[in-house]
């Protein structure tokens, strides 16, 4: 008895590989199904790559297209800032060849070419502060995001306000205008380069370039600004004359990475204003705010210096 147990033992492995056995049909059957299996996963990684490269190929496209972009703005802003360069130079050389004027006149007085010029700034011409730069509405922050309060003309931030001034001649509008960008580039805001640059007294046009400190706040232990840079032109004319803004740039310098920004790709509804359109966001929000402030303040001072 105890040899037969044995041997039943000893065959049970037998048996069991016996039963686990697959005849050719069902070898067949598995391998066509790993056939199968293989290809479909062999179909997903196709489609898998297929996709990240059509994605990839997408990305470069849109790099390539964005970097046309930028070298085609660059060389058309290179181009204008060169014309804008050409014309100074060539109207600071003019004004260099004429006659010194007078003690007390200034070059624009006693020209008569009918080209622009760099005036001479009168001695006694005003230099007080500006009014603050700090006006900033916190009670009514709707305001800063009404459609329209960032004005675009041809893709670029432009300011433009025409004042009525009944029976007054170009001449004497000319004259309160040049007092008053003049004024406005020697407040203690200013940077260097603050300027009234060029004039043109027979068309009674006016361009200042204007670089400025635009405070954000101020505390005993900090001040938070950014240098902000733009171009005002008065053009003046028989009871009337009109104040342009534009050009606007700055340069925010926090712990001495400097960011040069565009009022067109940081103030601007898109860039400034939350996706709901409800609230400014944080960092472009502030610099939107205070420069409609700051232009507030200019074209209400241009108004009441027309007076």
Known sequence: MKKTLIFLFMCLP??????????????LEQAQRQLEEAKAALEQAKAAKAKAEAE???????????????IAETKAEAERLAREAAAISEAASKSQASPSPKAGDSAVEGST?????VPTTPATAAARANKSVRTENKDNKDFYLQKGIIPEVGGQVVWMETVDAPGATADQLYDKAFAYLTELTQGSNQLDGSKVALVNKSEH?????VHEKLVFSSSFLSLDFTQFNYVLQATCRDGQATLTMNRLTYNYDVQGNVSNLTAEQWITDKYAVNKKQTRLLPVSGKFRRATVDRKNSIFEGFVQALK
Not at 14 to 26: D, G, I, K, S, V
Not at 59 to 67: D, F, G, L, P, Y
Not at 205 to 209: F, L, P, Q
């Open 14 to 27: 037998m048996m069991a590989m016996a039963q686990t056995t697959l005849t050719p049909e069902q070898k």
């Open 56 to 70: 990839a190929k997408a990305r470069k496209e849109a790099e390539a297209k964005n970097i046309e972009k930028k």
């Open 113 to 117: 070419s009918d080209a622009w010029v």
């Open 205 to 209: 046009s006016i361009v200042a370039t």
